[in-house]
């Protein structure tokens, strides 16, 4: 039986690693779509460039992908027993925080 808190971090794994899977397709399909045009976006006043867009959805994987190693982060934690406590100073992270960010790394002093 899983205990609560990796119940949970497993939950948010799980979510993070669906919202990847999501953004890699909406990638595949924007450089199928730039790859088929010959559209000079660069100098539509309508909107964004096809550039812009590729650039904003790599940074959305990248923060995805660094959410998925804190996550994994948390559970090796968990199964070591130092969930909870902070990296900088050795304290108690706090059930508050925990419960607003469960893998958090530095209690609330600390993250200041």
Known sequence: ??????????????????????????????????????ADDEHDPEGATIGFERAQLAATIDMTK???????????????GGYGRCERCGGDIGAERLAARPSARTCITCAR
């Open 66 to 80: 660094a959410r998925i190693a804190d996550l994994d982060r948390a559970l090796e934690q968990v199964a070591d």
């Open 1 to 38: 039986m899983t205990d609560p808190v990796s119940a949970r971090l497993l939950g948010e794994r799980d979510a993070a690693l669906a919202q990847l899977a999501a953004l890699g397709r909406d990638h595949d399909a924007m450089v199928a779509a730039s790859e088929a045009s010959n």
